[in-house]
Structures are given as structure tokens and as C-alpha cells.
């Protein structure tokens, strides 16, 4: 019989590409996904013909928790880091429809957010990462299991990791960075962080720095990540690799990583970019107080690599830059 995936987010940015690329390797699965409603899923259907849809909001825990049961590996990516409902649903069902003999595995989308708590805590905007701020995802393991209840994304974490209690369910936590470049989902194509800065830009005549400018964050392209959930999901049906407590259990938790960036250089390469393409008079960028480009966020994705084989193939943060300002200027009609 053919695997049973039931994916979330399949009209989102992250949920459309793993979709893609799972239809991609895998035309033969079965695949159930999860949308608000038939006007969203419309794009979806389109699309992708053979995949059945199921419909309700993520707060309809009894259509999550009969599909968890009924699948053999549950993808969240809906608001995957932060819904609580939705999280609790899985876990419960994925418990009420599996064995120890027969487990069923969680791929569950968190992100490297969750590693900026110590700069939040300490209001250290704009600071360059300590050296203790960088977690390697296997020799930091127990560091990054245990983060401070105060970290976002932590008390949906803690939901996770805590359904591997039940011996029926085996989970994957997978926290990428910064996510860069054109989706191939069938509804959002569009990441956020880097198009944030890049409407900045092209709406204030400046690129904005949060100062001194020196925070850090790793970043991977969304074509990788889609790739990786590809390799997470043939590991489940690896009886070797399922088996494994470094790819599937409560210490399974995968960085992916591909480059570095400071959020100043790429402020200063959006508005060399919008002044190239004569969107902004000249290319500025300034200090200003922009704390969401003040937090570090420091990874290093070594279990992906090491366990699945894992490894970036797609264009740099920097290359993606000049598509990424002609499709916001686009967008806000400046193009």
C-alpha cells in the first residue's frame, strides 16, 4: 500500500514547496491535506488532481486528530511553531491510531527563532552573537531540548517532544532560518523576512539597520528546505532510519543552514539593488530602532547532513536579491 502523508499548510509558503517537492519524488504517495476552506483549496486541487483535501481551521481538533490517526506520517507546517490546538491534536491522535509496532511518524516545521531568546531576554539589539548563542544541533542537543520556557516556539516544542511518551508516535523537529527565495507552492510563493525589508525599502527611500548592525542569523534556501523534507519523510519509511533516535524521537531536532548573513549587509544589498533598478533615488540604508532585525540566531545544521544526507544545492541569500526587489516592487505597483 502506498504511504499515507497528511500534510498542513499545503497553500502556505513553507507547506506548498514541501508539497511540491514530496509530489515531485513521490507521485505515488497518498496524500491528504489540510486547508481553511474549498476557496483555498482551490489552487491546491488544481494543482495536484489526485490529492484528497480535508477542510476546517486549526482549531478543528477532532478533523486533526482523525486524520493524524489515519496517516503514517503527519507533516505540520500551519502555524506549526506557535498553534497549540493544532499541536495537541496531532499528538493525540497520532497516539490514538498507533503501536509501538506500527509508529506514526511527526515532521513537525519549528524555527531558528527560537534561538534568539537570550538577546530578547537581555533587550541586546543590534549586538553581534556570543560565542555560546551558536547551537550545533547534535553536540548541543540537550541544550537545545531544554531552552527556556520564555523562548518562543518552546511551549509547542515541549507538546512535541513529549508525544514520543506515547509508543506509538515518533517525531522529527525540523527549525529552519532564515528561508529565502520563490516557492513552488501553489498559493504562496513569498517568504518574509528578507520581502519585509525589501517593502521597507522601497517605501521609506532607505533601507533600515538596526544599530550597531552586527546581529547575525544563517539562512537556507526554500527549494532546500523542500528537499529535506523529501529526505525526512523516505527516513520514516526507512525501517533502519525510523529506527533511529538521532532522526526520529524526542533528541531528533535538525538546523538547516546554508549560509550566514548580518541583517545590515542585507539591508545594504536591498538598497543597492532598489537604486540599481531605479526604485530608490540613491542606495541608503540607516540605523534605525527595528528590533526585529536586532536578535542573533545562530545554528549549525550538522544532523541533517550527517543522518539524511542533506546538502544545499540552490542559489545564495545575496544572488536571490535582485528577484526578490523587482517582485516587491511589483507588488506595491512601483514597478
Known amino acids: 500500500m502506498a504511504p499515507k502523508i497528511f500534510l498542513t499548510g499545503a497553500t502556505g509558503y513553507i ?14 504517495y497518498e496524500y491528504t491535506v489540510f486547508v481553511r476552506n474549498e476557496e483555498r483549496g482551490k489552487s491546491v486541487a488544481a494543482a495536484y488532481p489526485n490529492v484528497r483535501l480535508v477542510y476546517g481551521s486549526l482549531d478543528d481538533t477532532d478533523v486533526i486528530e482523525k486524520e493524524a490517526a489515519a496517516a503514517d506520517i503527519v507533516i505540520h507546517t500551519a502555524d506549526s511553531a506557535d498553534n497549540m490546538p493544532s499541536a495537541k491534536a496531532i499528538a493525540k491522535g497520532l ?6 509496532e506500527k509508529p506514526g511518524y511527526w515532521i513537525h516545521l519549528c524555527g531558528t527563532g527560537i534561538l534568539t531568546w537570550y538577546d530578547a531576554a537581555h533587550e541586546r539589539y543590534g549586538q553581534a552573537p556570543l560565542p555560546e548563542q551558536r547551537y550545533h544541533d547534535i553536540d548541543d542537543i540537550e541544550r537545545i531540548v531544554s531552552l527556556p520556557d520564555t523562548a518562543i516556539h518552546r511551549d509547542v516544542d515541549k507538546v512535541v517532544l513529549a508525544s514520543n511518551e506515547s509508543p506509538g508516535v515518533k517525531t522529527l523537529i525540523v527549525g529552519p532560518p532564515t528561508i529565502y527565495g520563490r516557492g513552488r507552492g501553489p498559493t504562496n510563493q513569498r517568504s518574509i523576512q528578507v520581502p519585509g525589508i525589501v ?25 532546500d528546505l523542500g528537499d529535506f523534507f523529501v529526505l525526512a519523510v523516505e527516513a520514516a519509511l526507512d525501517p533502519a532510519k525510523a529506527a533511529d533516535p538521532d532522526v526520529f524521537g524526542p533528541k531528533a531536532y535538525f538546523f538547516l543552514e546554508s549560509g550566514t548573513h548580518r541583517w545590515s549587509d542585507v539591508s545594504k544589498w536591498v538598497a543597492a539593488e532598489a537604486a540599481r533598478q531605479g526604485l530608490i533615488p540613491e ?9 526585529r532585525l536586532g536578535t542573533n540566531s545562530k545554528s549549525v545544521a550538522a544532523r541533517a547532513r550527517k543522518y539524511l544526507g542533506w546538502e544545499a544545492k540552490a542559489q545564495s541569500l545575496k544572488e536571490t536579491i535582485p528577484d526578490v526587489v523587482a517582485f516587491e516592487a511589483k507588488k506595491l505597483g512601483k514597478a
Open 199 to 223: 517593502d521597507f525599502t522601497l517605501q521609506n527611500g532607505f533601507a533600515p539597520i538596526q544599530a550597531p548592525g552586527l546581529t547575525e542569523w544563517d539562512n537556507v534556501h526554500i527549494h
Open 95 to 100: 497516539a490514538a491510531g498507533h503501536t509501538a
Open 283 to 291: 542606495p541608503i540604508a540607516k540605523e534605525i530602532d527595528i528590533p
Open 15 to 28: 507547506g506548498g514547496d514541501a508539497l511540491y517537492s514530496l509530489v515531485k519524488a513521490h507521485p505515488d
